[in-house]
């Protein structure tokens, strides 16, 4: 099938700034596009050939938007999977395949499937309820600290939190969930792993995730990683094992613990482009958005090397803001070498909210750090 220039047409589930990304390769390529997103005004709006409205969570909104492309893929996953399962029995060519896709959306499915694959992984309990938690701890069946994660629908560290004593479980939502052995990490490391149709794998250098304390946010994303040889071989045998476990198709952006004695612990994994891939943009010879479009046609996929070092920077709002956004210091930060910003044209800022990112490349990482840091302190996204 030809691709290019032609009447071919790729579906994407989500219209987040992952879905923009992913648009400005199908544009280079001359790809035709369409989107499937509930919200008016989402960042992909401006890049698609067609967007349509739609609940992403609903079935008939999935499968008629599913019915009018050739392939379809997801930038975010919390979709309607049942739909998604129908469009591949009636011939859809649907990436991630719904059977990877449906492991992944729930924490509890996932951990159990790296357990039974024998991928490393935190000791955990799953739970029906949260309410179930206390009791499993009055009869000694779990121990504090512990990391609680909700089974469905978290997305950025908000259906994350560490549980020191009882009364930390105040307020949590009482769902589907596991409570999670704490790790003591010395670093968060992420593989991207593409995996194409016919089974030809590539994976990007290591990279190291800077987390922001409170939010459980990725605040830096660093590439490649300041780890020895032997760790990042190992961090990426691991994700490999994984893409090809779960029979990905596609990006597999695979997030894991190095523990302070350097075994690899796997956190969790996304089916799709990924934050900890962004610097691939300025620092790759193939960024992972145009790697994630190779995979799922099934062509060549190409180069993951660095051409530089690079670390991307999160722009999220401002905590205290709230409404119609700015960006203070832009013009500053644009002064500082090797370094882009890439805003996501959402019009209204929050506390946390992933407004934009900026990339810093440098052929010295220790440099990069040092501008990123000055980017971080210099750049404010507020309300107006
Ligand atoms: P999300 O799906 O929201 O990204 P994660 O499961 O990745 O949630 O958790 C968010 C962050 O919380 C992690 O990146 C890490 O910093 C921290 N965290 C998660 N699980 C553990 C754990 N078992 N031990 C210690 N810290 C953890």
Redesign the pocket.
Known sequence: MSYFSSDFKLGILGGGQLGKMMLYETRKFDIQTKVLEASEDAPSKIASNEFVLGNLLDFDAVYNFGKSVDVLTIEIENVNTKALEKLEDEGVKVYPPTKALRIIQN?ATQKLFYTDNNIPT?AFSRFAYTSEIEDSIENGGLQFP??W?CAQF???????K?VRKVEDLKGLPNVECIA??????KN?LSVIVARSASGEVVTYPVVE?E?HPEA???EYVICPARINEDVAKKAQEIALKVSNKIQQVGLLAV?M?QTEDDQILV??VAPRPHNSGHQTIEASYTNQFEQHIRAILDLPLGSTENKVAGIMVNLVGAEGHTGDVIYENIEQILKLEGVTPHIYGKKQTRPFRKMGHVTIVNKDIIKAREIAQQVKETIKVISK
């Open positions: 924490k935190a512990f990391v994660k978290g997305y950025d560290g908000q259906g994350v560490v999670e052995e704490m790790v003591p990490f968060e995730m987390f459980n946010q990725v997030e613990f956190n969790e």
